[in-house]
C-alpha cells in the first residue's frame, strides 16, 4: 500500500489568521507532528519554503514566504510543552532559527529515538514508515524546488505525507523507548540536537577539524581559528556560503603563509565569489595583526592522526565501545563517534560530546586505557 492512496486533505495557510485557526486546539501537552521544506541556494543559512504540520488527525501546509511565521508559532511550540515530533530534525531546526531560535519546546527525533530501539544508525524516515506502519512512501520530490509558487500538487501531497505518519511512529517509538528504559536518553540526545542548532557562532574552536594542522606552531594554529572565525561571522553577516569566502585549502595556505601585500591577497584568494573589496581588507587586516600569548591559551591545539600508543588505546577503546554496544543493542556510533574517542585519546580531556549518559557508561571503562 503507498501512502498516495490514504493521502488526506491539508489547507494551504498562507496569513497570521488560518494559522492562529488551525493552531488554535492544540493544547499545552499535545503531541504535533513537522517537517519542513527548504532550499540553499547560494546562502548560508537554508531557506524555509514550506512548514507541514499534523495534530489529531488534521494537517496543514504553511507558506513561510508570505508571511512572518514567528509572533504565532512561539506560544504553542516554544512557550509550552507541547511535543514536537520530527525525523532527522537539525536542518530543519536550523531553517526554523529565525522564528524559533531555541527550537521547540520538547523535541522528539523520531531517527535518534529509532537508533535507541535497535533499528540502526541514521534510518531514513521512508524506511522508518514502512517498517514501523507499512506504508509505502513516494520519493518523486524529494528534489524538487519548494520555493516556487504555486506548488503543484505532487508536491503537496508529498509534503502532507512527510508529516501523516509520524504520530503513529511517535507512539510505537515512544513504547519501545520505555520498555528499554531508554526514554531519557533519547530525551537527552534530542536536547542536545536543539542546543547545536541554536548555536549563534558556531564552532568556538574550528581549527580541530584541520588535521593537517596538527604539527603547526600555536602560533599558527591560532592564526588558523581566527581566519576561520572570522569567515564563519562573515558568511552568516553577508548569507553566503563559508567557501564563496574561503575554501578550505585556502584558509590553511593563508594561516601557514602570510601573504607579501594586499596585491598578493588578491593573487591567492581570485575566484572566491563573496569576498569583496571590504572583506578582503578585513581579512588582510586579520592575518598582519600579530598572535598574542592570550589568543594561544584559548586556542584548542589541533590533534593529529593517532600513532603508536594513542593508536593502540584507540582500538583497545573501539573494541570495549562495541562490546557495550552489543550489551545494550545501541549502534556503537550512537555510543561513542571515532572523533570523541580520538580527541580523548589524543588530550585525555572527556569530551564534551560524551557528557550525560555516556559518561555513566563509558568513562570509569575508558578511562584506565588511555596511552601512559
Known sequence: MTSSDLAPAAPWIDNHEELATWLAP?????????????????????????????????????????????????????????VTVMHSAGEDLEAMSP?????????????????????????????LVAELVGAELDKGETRSDWLQRPLTESQKLYATLDVVHLHPVHAILSERLVERDRAAWHAEDCARMKRRASEREG??????????????????????????RWRETTARELDKPRSWLLEDAQALDLSNALPRDAAHLDERVRGTRALRAPQRKELFDLLQRPVD???????????????????????????????????????????CSRRSMEEYVMTGVWPEALEGWRRGVLHERLAGLLPG
Open 26 to 82: 492544540v493544547g499545552p501537552t499535545a503531541v504535533v507532528g513537522l517537517d519542513t521544506e527548504f532550499m540553499r541556494r547560494n546562502t548560508f543559512y537554508p531557506q524555509l519554503a514550506l512548514l507541514q504540520l499534523a495534530h489529531d488527525g488534521r494537517y496543514a501546509l504553511i507558506d513561510p514566504v508570505a508571511f512572518p511565521l514567528g509572533d504565532v508559532l512561539r506560544p504553542t511550540f516554544a512557550e509550552n510543552p507541547v
Open 99 to 127: 522564528f524559533l531560535p531555541d527550537g521547540p519546546h520538547t523535541l522528539f527525533d523520531t531517527q535518534i529515538a529509532a537508533a535507541f530501539v535497535g533499528m540502526g544508525l541514521g534510518i531514513s524516515y521512508r524506511a
Open 203 to 228: 564552532d568556538p574552536q574550528p581549527q580541530r577539524s584541520f588535521k593537517g594542522a596538527a604539527e603547526w606552531t600555536p602560533e599558527k594554529q591560532a592564526l588558523l581559528r581566527r581566519v576561520l
Open 293 to 335: 600569548a592570550q589568543e594561544i591559551e584559548s586556542t584548542a591545539p589541533v590533534v593529529g592522526h593517532p600513532v603508536g600508543d594513542a593508536k593502540r588505546a584507540i582500538n583497545e577503546m573501539r573494541s570495549v565501545i562495541d562490546l557495550l554496544a552489543t550489551q545494550l543493542d545501541l549502534p556503537p556510533g550512537l555510543l
